[in-house]
């Protein structure tokens, strides 16, 4: 993100980028309750003056309801122990920085909710006040172990799918009985991967570079992926390999760290940093590009890493080098390089842009390249889908995020689609599950491998 000079205050309103700071969260005063309340206070103030961003999330309902409901209906009439509760609601989706506040930086008033929102997570985490269960569902590397492992995998899809034992899931990992959870997979993606490179799955015989791509990719299959959608992640690379871009996927890895990001639980994301940098930043300079299926994996890299750990230096070049999939084949469109021999049409697809994929500013490079497949129609939708990662299955939330996912759902069953789908599988699957507990989604890379006939 271009970030506008120091000296040029931002005007409400006006055209200039926003400039993100670092989160100074190694400072002394980050971790000042007192400062905290003191901030949350001024930006509450603000806000609720403003309140043009009631419609993303619950966070500024919640805010607004607690001012409007105070002896003196200002900020000042809410208890400092209830700041709390619009914390709670925040998932970090990043809208109201990147699409609302008119009081960004450089602005003089210096909004960024989002991460006054994880000061306060982290704050919160460190003091002991996140539930163990939230801490187990959002491990997502250990369950993903576990659960995939043969018969295991069987058993716990077998779990997730029994009305009775859910009230067993409930109790452990604090999970809505209604939500709709992932299945997971054996073999995983990383399995298959490896079977289809012993049998010598053809690559690319010349590397091209275009744009800002080097015509090699190496993927990042994420958690999810892996564990949960390896037939997305076999898609991504045969659809790569099928535009003559050269793949492989980085050789191991830990979770990203956008679920502890989520609880505010910085150390962890600290640890699987020191895990994931050396071989990604290797992968970089020995000139490959590097993609995720999953956007909230690619905006970690891509931005919230990035601020946490401003001085490192792996960091920033790799901030440089992780694409969007879509985005990824939409430069090398630009180019010329893009295969556009489709041979199979997809009908009318019903199409989600997730939060962490529209906040990192590349434009709608999933549906401009659906677009392109003919006999295929798209519905898309820029809306919260009420998903967020774990907020839309713990049972606190998982009501509110159906209510918060209505709107999409409503005009997805006014479509009739053929497919549903989003570049997000956690939200296109809660969104599916909203239209019909029997439907799923179908994540669009593996729309597009369909639509190559591969």
Not at 23 to 49: K, M, T
């Amino acid at each position: 993100m271009a970030e506008a000079p120091s000296n040029q205050p931002r005007a409400e309103g006006g055209l200039q980028a926003p400039t993100r700071h670092a989160i100074a969260w190694r400072d002394p005063a980050f971790w000042d309750r007192d400062a905290l309340d003191a901030e949350l206070h001024r930006v509450y103030d603000i806000c609720h003056g403003c309140r043009r961003c009631v419609s993303l999330c619950h966070a500024f309902p919640t805010l607004f309801d607690l001012v409007d409901a105070s002896p003196t209906m200002e900020v000042d009439g809410v208890a400092k122990s209830d700041y709390g509760k619009v914390v709670e609601q925040c998932y970090l989706c990043d809208l109201c920085y990147q699409t609302k506040c008119p009081y960004v930086p450089p602005h003089e008033w210096a909004i960024d909710f989002p991460h006054l929102m994880l000061r306060a997570k982290a704050q919160a985490f460190r003091r002991g006040e996140v539930p163990a269960q939230h801490e187990r569902l959002t491990n997502t590397t250990g369950i993903g172990r576990l659960a995939s492992i043969p018969v295991v995998a069987e058993t716990v899809n077998a779990i997730n799918r029994s009305p009775t034992m859910r009230k067993v899931v409930r109790a452990v990992m604090g999970v809505h009985p209604d939500a709709r959870l992932p299945e997971y997979h054996h073999p995983t993606a990383r399995a298959r991967l490896k079977k289809a490179a012993a049998a010598h799955a053809p690559q690319p015989a010349a590397v091209q570079a275009a744009g800002p791509t080097r015509g090699r990719v190496a993927v990042f299959v994420t958690c999810y992926g892996n564990y949960n959608m390896p037939q997305a992640v076999e898609d991504l690379v045969a659809v790569l390999r099928h535009n003559g871009i050269e793949t492989r996927l980085i050789e191991r890895e830990q979770c990203c760290g956008m679920p502890k990001l989520e609880l505010g639980d910085l150390d962890s994301i600290e640890r699987y940093k020191k895990a994931n940098l050396p071989l990604l930043a290797q992968a970089v300079r020995d000139g490959w590009d590097i993609t995720a299926p999953i956007p909230s994996c690619v905006l970690m890299f891509r931005q919230e890493i990035p601020l946490l750990f401003p001085e490192d230096g792996d960091v920033q070049a790799l901030r440089g080098a992780i694409f969007d999939p879509f985005e990824y084949l939409m430069h090398r469109h630009r180019a010329g390089l893009l295969n556009t021999a489709f041979t199979q049409p997809l009908g009318k697809v019903a199409y989600h842009a997730p939060c962490h994929q529209r906040v990192q500013n590349i434009g709608p490079k999933t549906r401009e390249l659906l677009a392109l497949i003919p006999g295929t129609t798209l519905e898309a939708v820029e809306r919260c889908s009420g998903h967020d990662g774990t907020y839309g299955v713990r049972e606190a939330t998982y009501e509110r995020s159906m209510k918060i996912a209505r709107p999409v759902v409503s005009k997805f069953k006014q479509a009739e689609p053929d497919h549903v789908s989003s570049d997000c599988p956690m939200a296109g699957e809660h969104l599916a599950h909203g239209m019909d507990p029997g439907r799923h989604s179908v994540h669009p890379i593996s729309l597009l491998r369909r639509a190559y006939g591969i």
